[in-house]
């Protein structure tokens, strides 16, 4: 596939290396690695390997604490479920307004059932208010659940911080750090963070993998039951292919870490800066000095944001958009209303995240395009005239 | 990505009638900020005759919003104003070739914004009574507002109700959460409460076709769309009814082309609408249908 890739919050390709360690996991050693023969005892070591690999990512304490799952979004389900029904006398979570719908749309489900969700708002940089979230904390908060880092904005949580008020409270703390992971050093072993997820495909593993940590000693209550896989808190045989796979990549964003850091940033700053220099009446949203180093969400205002990605593609460039169109529902973005930014920048915001794989010639091909796209979209937009926004403000009937 | 029509596409890259119209005389500005589209339609019409014309637009909207602009404005210019107000949401659809059912807003949008147009042209003031909510049934294009509002006029408290009234959810069937919800939140209003298993309201059941009224039914809606087929060259055939889904064979030029695909869809959207329920139209080689029938 020729063309430039710059949605790799969306997803990742799998590294060769990684496709490499996973092969002979299909023919050769394709055993359960639950079976009394050495077909199966091969696999269970690779998995007891992957295990430990990843453990080293996230600088767990012991290779137990990692629960091989199928994505993200089961172990957000498994978390949360779990801390609900190992404490049932509680009663209450704390969320925000950005996470992602796997846990947003599984807060709302559980709304119905009776649970109180409390969902902690963000600034317009898209900033949690901790004074706000001490005051929320209770003996009835059962589970806080939240993100690392956003994945629209790339703007990280005090979830170190946030886990420790939690744990002095009695509560369970979770966070879904599918774009954190991999891109932030991590040392759980020296947090109170009881439950964190993964997700394998967001760093550079293959999709349909995932991992739940839950620190020792937190109290669990499986979602899939009827087989004694992990430990029995997920049962299903094991997907022993991709979980080498993440064994391998989790071992590759280790040794990545700090090109993550500096040259990946350094392409982002780059990149934003170009766009920033040459598109009038556009901006970054998020906090931006404070968020994943590959990461850039800009608003472009006026026009929006499924035109300018369709566009984009026929340039062969990959990016994603708050937009509402994008989406199939009616609302731009959750996250970028939640910041109250307005639905005229809301509606044209563009997501460009990089990965270790993005170049400098690929970075100032997209300076190079991204304004000419914005321009002739804004020559169509009935908001704009000349230069700028058109002066007798446009104020359609709205439907 | 949504799958867009190659005409919507084309549209979209290269949008006809944009920007503004020097000497319009009737604008029309209308959108919808939350859903993301807003349009400025601008028509610059004959007074003696009535003809429009010229028309251009502003857009500020997805591809597909786009597109229905430019299309809509081909569509209209030569026309009157009473023949223009003729054309359809639906029409501004099937003049890209189909839109999918997340975006059929946007030719909504389109046919709303002709309507305020020719209301400013005329001196009058058009207010706009179109309330679209989140899209509920993905088969049908039904909005939460269009089921919401049918529950509360009929008094209804059943899925299959709702199906009967509006069509949501009479399709693969994935939404009947959705529309329970819709349910639960409308009958607390009325002060009653979902119960699931609730039979449906006898009067609104549809009276049941037998097979040779639905045979004719399908007959009908493919001859409507022989004419367009046959002026391409091609035909299309029916060849089997087996339950829910619909063989047809494809023949003369139709057969195999990259627009095969494309037609039988739409084709498919039709039926569906005049049967008013979900089927299946699968193209097959005429021979090789009639044996595999002779073998049960």
Same mark, same amino acid.
């Given at each position: 596939m020729?063309?430039?890739?710059?949605?790799?919050n969306a997803t990742?390709?799998?590294?060769?290396?990684?496709v490499?360690?996973?092969?002979?996991?299909?023919?050769?050693?394709?055993g359960?690695? &639950?079976?009394?023969?050495s077909?199966?005892?091969?696999?269970g070591?690779?998995?007891?390997?992957?295990?430990?690999?990843?453990?080293?990512? *996230?600088?767990?304490?012991?290779?137990s604490e990692?629960?091989?799952? &199928?994505c993200?979004?089961?172990?957000?389900s498994?978390?949360?479920?779990?801390?609900?029904?190992?404490?049932?006398?509680?009663?209450?979570i704390?969320?925000t307004?950005v996470?992602?719908?796997?846990v947003?749309?599984? @807060?709302?489900?559980?709304?119905?059932?009776?649970?109180?969700v409390?969902?902690?708002?963000?600034d317009n940089?898209g900033? *949690?208010d901790l004074?706000?979230y001490?005051?929320?904390?209770?003996?009835?908060t059962?589970?806080?659940s939240?993100?690392?880092?956003?994945n629209?904005t790339?703007?990280f949580?005090p979830?170190?911080?946030?886990a420790?008020?939690a744990?002095?409270?009695?509560?369970?703390?979770?966070?879904?750090a599918?774009?954190?992971?991999?891109?932030? $050093?991590?040392?759980?072993?020296?947090?109170?963070?009881?439950?964190?997820?993964v997700?394998?495909?967001?760093?550079?593993?293959p999709?349909?993998?995932g991992?739940?940590?839950?620190?020792?000693?937190?109290?669990f209550?499986?979602l899939?039951?009827?087989?004694?896989?992990?430990?029995g808190?997920?049962?299903?045989?094991?997907n022993?292919?991709?979980?080498?796979?993440?064994?391998k990549?989790?071992?590759?964003?280790?040794?990545?870490m700090?090109f993550?850091?500096t040259?990946?940033?350094?392409?982002?700053d780059?990149l934003?800066?170009g766009i920033?220099?040459? /598109? $009038?009446?556009s901006f970054v949203t998020?906090?931006?000095?404070?968020?994943?180093p590959?990461? @850039?969400?800009?608003?472009?205002?006026f026009?929006?944001?499924?035109?300018i990605?369709l566009?984009l593609n026929?340039?062969?460039?990959?990016? &994603?958009?708050?937009?509402a @169109?994008?989406?199939?529902s *009616?609302e731009?973005?959750h996250?970028m209303?939640?910041?109250?930014?307005p639905?005229?920048?809301a509606?044209?915001? /563009?997501r460009f995240?990089?990965?270790?794989?993005?170049?400098?010639a690929?970075?100032?091909?997209?300076?190079?395009?991204?304004?000419e796209?914005?321009a002739?979209?804004r020559k *169509?937009s009935p908001?704009?005239?000349?230069?700028g926004?058109?002066?007798?403000?446009f104020?359609?009937v709205?439907? | 990505?949504?799958?867009?029509?190659?005409k919507?596409k084309?549209h979209?890259?290269?949008p006809r009638?944009?920007?503004?119209?020097?000497g319009a005389?009737?604008v029309?500005?209308v959108?919808?900020i939350?859903?993301?589209d807003a349009l400025?339609?601008?028509?610059?019409?004959?007074?003696e005759?009535?003809?429009?014309?010229d028309?251009?637009?502003q857009?500020?909207?997805?591809?597909?919003?786009i597109?229905?602009?430019s299309?809509?404005?081909?569509?209209?210019?030569g026309?009157?104003?009473?023949e223009?107000?003729k054309v359809?949401n639906?029409?501004?659809a099937?003049?890209?070739?189909g839109?999918?059912?997340?975006k059929?807003?946007?030719?909504?949008?389109?046919?709303e914004?002709l309507?305020a147009?020719?209301?400013n042209?005329r001196g009058?003031?058009w207010?706009?009574?179109?309330e679209?909510?989140?899209l509920i049934?993905?088969c049908?294009?039904?909005d939460?507002?269009?089921?919401?509002?049918?529950?509360?006029?009929?008094?209804l408290s059943?899925?299959?109700? =709702?199906?009967?009234?509006t069509?949501?959810g009479?399709?693969?069937?994935?939404?009947h959460?959705g529309?329970?919800?819709?349910? =639960?939140?409308?009958?607390?209003?009325?002060?009653?409460?979902f119960?699931p298993?609730?039979?449906a309201k006898?009067e609104?059941?549809?009276?049941?076709?037998?097979?040779?009224?639905?045979?004719?039914?399908?007959?009908?809606?493919?001859?409507s769309v022989?004419?367009?087929?046959?002026?391409?060259g091609?035909?299309i055939?029916?060849?089997?009814?087996?339950?829910?889904?619909?063989?047809v064979?494809?023949?003369g030029?139709c057969a195999?082309?990259?627009m095969?695909?494309?037609?039988?869809?739409?084709i498919?959207q039709?039926l569906?609408?005049e049967?008013k329920e979900?089927?299946?139209?699968v193209?097959?080689?005429?021979?090789a249908l009639?044996?595999?029938s002779?073998?049960?």
């Open positions: 020729e063309g430039i890739y710059f949605d790799n990742t390709r799998v590294d060769e290396k990684v490499e360690a996973m092969l002979p996991y299909f023919t050769e050693q394709f359960n690695p &639950s079976s009394m023969h077909f199966g005892n091969k696999v070591l690779a998995i007891k390997k992957a295990r430990m690999q990843v453990q080293e990512l *996230l600088g767990a304490e012991h290779d990692i629960i091989f799952t &199928s993200g979004t089961e172990s957000d498994t978390a949360i479920l779990s801390a609900l029904k190992a404490q049932p006398e509680r009663k209450e704390i969320t307004t996470e992602h719908p796997a947003l749309t599984l @807060c709302a489900w559980l709304e119905k059932d009776g649970y109180k409390h969902y902690l708002p963000v940089k900033r *949690l004074e706000e001490k005051k929320l904390l209770s003996d009835q059962a589970v806080v939240v993100m690392w880092a956003n629209e790339g703007t949580f979830v170190v911080e946030m420790e008020l744990n002095a409270a009695g509560a369970m703390f979770h966070t879904d599918v774009q954190a992971v991999g891109k932030v $050093p991590l040392n759980l072993k020296d947090t109170k963070i009881d439950m964190l997820s997700s394998g495909h967001k760093l550079h593993a999709k349909g993998v991992v739940l940590y839950l620190k020792r000693g937190v109290r209550r499986p899939l039951r009827g087989g004694h896989q992990e430990r808190r997920r049962a299903g045989t094991e022993t292919t991709s979980i080498v796979g993440l064994g990549a989790a071992e590759m964003a280790m040794e990545a700090a993550e850091n040259e990946v940033k350094r392409l982002r780059k934003e800066a920033l220099a040459k /598109v $009038p009446r998020g906090d931006p000095d404070n968020r994943l590959n990461t @850039c969400n800009i608003a472009f205002e026009i929006e944001g499924e035109a990605l566009l026929k340039f062969g460039i990959a990016a &994603s958009s708050g937009s @169109c994008t989406s199939g *009616l731009p973005s996250v209303r939640a910041m109250g930014i639905y005229t920048a509606h044209g915001t /563009v995240s990089l990965s270790r794989y993005s170049t400098e690929e970075v100032d091909r997209v300076i190079a395009v991204v304004p796209i914005i002739q979209l *169509l908001y704009w005239e000349g230069d926004p058109k002066e007798e403000a104020a359609p709205y439907a | 990505m949504w799958d867009y029509s190659e919507v084309e979209f890259f290269q009638n944009a920007g503004v119209l020097e005389n009737g029309g500005d959108g919808s939350s859903c993301g400025r339609l601008m028509l610059k019409v004959e007074p005759t009535d003809i429009i014309l028309a251009h637009f857009t500020f909207g997805c591809g597909s919003a597109a229905s602009s299309a809509l404005t081909e569509m209209i210019k026309k009157t104003l009473d223009a107000l359809s639906q029409d501004i099937d003049y890209l070739d839109l999918p059912p997340e059929m807003h946007c030719s909504v949008m389109g046919r914004a309507q147009a020719v209301a042209y009058e003031v207010s706009d009574d179109h679209e909510g989140a049934c993905k049908f294009a039904i939460a507002v269009m089921i919401e509002d049918t529950i509360r006029a009929n008094n059943s899925v299959q109700d =709702v199906t009967n009234y069509k949501a009479g399709g693969c069937s994935s939404c959460e529309i329970e919800e819709i349910l =639960v939140k409308v009958m607390a209003e009325r002060g009653d409460s119960k298993g609730t039979p006898e609104a059941k549809p009276a049941g076709m037998t097979n040779l009224q639905r045979i004719k039914k399908i007959e009908a809606v493919l001859e022989r004419p367009q087929l046959r002026r391409d091609g035909d055939e029916l060849l089997d009814v087996d339950g829910k889904t619909i063989y064979s494809m023949t030029a195999g082309c990259q095969e695909a494309l037609t039988l869809q739409g498919q039709k569906m609408e049967l979900f089927i299946k139209i193209p097959t080689k005429a021979g009639s044996r595999a002779c073998n049960p």
